[in-house]
Each structure stands twice: as structure tokens, then as C-alpha cells.
């Protein structure tokens, strides 16, 4: 199996897959370069025990196009090396996308983790990646039921399986890990339940200076101590815009990795964020979140009541950190077991050359 990888969450939805699949194929590792701060990157690898890349191709940050066509023609080149079986994507990212094109035009079965997810947003670079990634691909693995109808309406119904989500996997597996070897409360000086945990870093809300300008005045009138591992691509449009975090409430900090990410999360009061992962750890650990986006793929923690959808609208954002609670008594679980690696890997072994 050849897995193609290359931004944050890629690498914390490959953890868990990575564990079942070594006991039964061979799995080459490739990382495209699309995150390589440390902190976006090797941090992941250490603390969730994934091997070193076979191949790191160094890609980095470019435009959509420059991006996605350097790393097309070099996972391209590896895949004429290796002929793997068959290639394992993830997600949404121009990774995704490039390995699933790579793949396809050489006639090497794709299987696609997170599947079936819609925004029904084509403005969003993320929409792009998942539609022609889906229509690619010959497993197509869905967190969701609705990712499953989703696939159906655009005509998709082989090889669509319903397994969960990984990221569940990764969050019951690491949740006690993340209690006992993180101290990032202490550091910051945080006590549980006492405190904001704020994400932003979507290009929906980055690159458009009217949505960062109102996310930024409701976060500079936070009357709550709040704390904001920050990703370079805000902190670069922050400062291109001249826009400032000038409430000494919020805390700006270098993004952190998953085990403090997820001792944050569960401790927190509430959280902000236009992440799609983010989102749905927060519906696992059972803390309310407020969702800066005008809408979701993650539609079932909505609808449960747990995710409160506030767009960029600075007095929506601030009336959702006042009186947004949910009563988690009354939400049942929509993500699967915690057991979707083993179905996603049990489906491979079944239908494919391995
Ligand atoms: C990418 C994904 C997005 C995903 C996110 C996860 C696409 C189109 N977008 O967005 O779906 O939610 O990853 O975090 O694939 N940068 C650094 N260091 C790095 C990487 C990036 O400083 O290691 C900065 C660069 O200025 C770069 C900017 O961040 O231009 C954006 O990086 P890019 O990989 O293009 O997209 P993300 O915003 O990270
Ligand atoms: N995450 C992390 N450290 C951070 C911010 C996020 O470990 O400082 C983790 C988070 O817990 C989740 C994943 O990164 O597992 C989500 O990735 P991101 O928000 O970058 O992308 P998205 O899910 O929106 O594509």
C-alpha cells in the first residue's frame, strides 16, 4: 500500500489506520511537504508513533495549481518505483488530490478515507478535493450515513462502506495518554472548564479581510480567558492585513501537537473554531462548539445540538460564547465504535491483491 500524506490532520487520521494495516501488507509512507513546520509535522509522527516517510517529497507551500501539479508529478514518480497494489488517501487537502490523480491515471486502485463528505461549497478548495477524490476512487470509506447518501446522490454506491471515523480511533486511543503525559494546562496556566479554546485557519475566513476583521473584533471582546494555538497561514494573513489580537485574555500560541491539542480540547469551557476536525473532537469529548463557518460537513453534530454554526458575524460569535450549552445527555453517538481502521483494513484485504 502507498499512503499519501502531507497537512496536520492527514497524518492523525494515518495513525490508526497505520497500526492495523503493518500487522498485514507492507505500507510505504509518502509525505508530499505541504506541512512542514515541525510543529504542523514531525511533532504528529513522534507522538503518535508513525514511521518515518519512505519518501518526503518536499513540496511546500505554493499557489493551488503550482502546488498540487509538483506534487502530482512526483508522487507519480514514486508510484512508477514502488506499483503499489493500491494507494491510500485522506481527506480533502491538495494532497489528497494529488495522490488520487497520480494514482488513477496509472491505473492503481484508490481508497479514500473520509469519504462522502459534502459542504455543497465549491468555493472552498477542500470541496474541490473531496468531489474528484470520491469520484476516483474504487474504496470509498464514510465516517457518516450522511457522507454515505451524500455519494448516492451523485450516483456513487460501489465500494462505499460505512466504517466510522478514524478520528474517533484516534481520540479514544489517545484521551488517557493526553491526561497523563500533557502539562499544557500548567504552562499556560489554565484551569479546566475556566477557559476558550479558539482554531482558525480555513481560506474561507483567512483570506477574506470583511470575515477576518468581524472574527477578530468579537475575539478582542472575549470577556473569557481564551487560548489560540495559531496556524501560520492566520498568523500571515493577520499581519498582511494589519489586523491585531489585542485582548490580553487570548492567549497566541504556536500550534501545539495532538496530545496537548487534546487535553486543551477536553478542558476547555467552549470551543471556536472553522476546523473540520476540531469540530468533531469536540462532539467525542463532549464540549460545546461554536463553528465560524456558514456551514458544515459535519451536519450531524448540528443537528444534535452540539455545534452551534455562527458564520463570521462578530454578534453571533459573541452570543454563542454567552449562552450556547448543550445538554450531552440527550446526543448519541453518529461517528461509528472507534473501530473504523479495522473495518477500513478488513475491506482492503478483502478486495484487493494484498
Ligand atoms: C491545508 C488544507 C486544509 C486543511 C489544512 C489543515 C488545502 C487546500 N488546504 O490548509 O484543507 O484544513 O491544511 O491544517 O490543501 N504554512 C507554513 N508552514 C507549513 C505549512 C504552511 O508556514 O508547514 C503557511 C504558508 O504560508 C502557506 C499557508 O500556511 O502558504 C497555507 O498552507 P497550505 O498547505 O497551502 O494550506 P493550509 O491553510 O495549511
Ligand atoms: N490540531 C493539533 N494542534 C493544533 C491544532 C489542531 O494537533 O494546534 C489537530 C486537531 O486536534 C485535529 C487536527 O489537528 O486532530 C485538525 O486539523 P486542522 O484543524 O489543521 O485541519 P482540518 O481538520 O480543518 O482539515
Known sequence: VVTVVGARPQFIKAAPVHRVLRRRAEEIIVHTGQHYDPRLSKVFFEELNIPQPDYHLGVGSKSHGAQTGEMLQKVEEVLEKVRPDLLLV????????AGALAAAKMHIPI???????????????????????DHLSRWLFCPTRTAVQNLEREGISKGVHLTGDVMLDAVLYNRKLAEERSRILEQLDLKPREFLLITLHRAENTDDPRRMRSIVAALNELSVPAVFPMHPRTRNRLKQMELSLSNPLVQVIEPVGYLDMLRLEANAKKILTDSGGVQKEAFFLQVPVIT???ETEWVETVEQGANRLTGADKTAILEAVERFEVDFTRISSVFGDGRAAERIVDHLMRDSEL
Open 292 to 294: 465560524m463557518r456558514d
Open 90 to 97: 485522506y481527506g480533502d487537502t491538495n494532497s489528497t488530490l
Open 111 to 133: 481508497a479514500h478515507v473520509e469519504a462522502g463528505l459534502r459542504s455543497f461549497n465549491r468555493r472552498m478548495p477542500e470541496e474541490i478535493n473531496r468531489v474528484l477524490t
